[in-house]
């Protein structure tokens, strides 16, 4: 099997959404679509109860439809390990305070030795600023960091 990837909530949300009348959105939508439709199977998936909660909110037939989209992808253990880490990355200043589920994301998937966590979620998580802070946060607890990134940066020669 391919390079494992952690699932973030944003892009099962993205997958399924429908269309926005905003540009940038719309593009963000086509792109998770066609690394869907395109790549995924290239890689081994993996995501979490975290994903799976925020999966489940908000409008019963939306969240059935992240559902079945994250329905055949592996879910990771959320070990003892996880929670520790993420306060890590939330006192260390990596994400900030109000950033705790972003935290737990990334944890889960540190924890578990993903090599990528894929996510549109470019404020706390895809966010070059922070991009030092979280790898540092990470290799000082003893953890490789995942590479964060978008589907775009995962699409490879196919754009």
């Keep these: 099997m391919g390079p494992s990837v952690y699932i973030e909530t944003t892009i099962v949300s993205y997958l399924t959404a429908w269309p926005k009348h905003d540009a940038v959105r719309q593009g963000q939508q086509e792109f998770t679509r066609d690394w869907w439709t395109l790549r995924r199977n290239s890689f081994e ?9 925020e999966a489940a909110a908000g409008d019963p037939m939306a969240a059935a439809e992240r559902l079945d989209a994250l329905a055949n992808i592996a879910l990771l253990d959320i070990t003892d390990e996880v929670v520790p880490l993420a306060d890590r990355l939330l006192r260390d200043g990596a994400l900030p305070l109000k950033a705790r589920v972003d935290a737990l994301h990334l944890a889960v998937a540190t924890i578990n030795g993903l090599q990528y966590l894929l996510t549109w ?28 990134c978008t589907p775009p940066e995962l699409l490879g020669e196919r754009i």
Excluded: W
């Excluded at 998936?45 to 909660?53: A, E, G, I, K, P």
């Excluded at 470019?122 to 946060?137: G, S, T, V």
């Design 45 to 53: 998936l993996f995501t979490s109860q975290f994903v799976l909660d």
């Design 121 to 148: 979620n470019c404020k706390h998580l895809a966010n070059a600023m922070l991009r030092h802070r979280i790898d540092e946060a990470c290799r000082s607890a003893g953890y490789q960091p995942p590479v964060i």
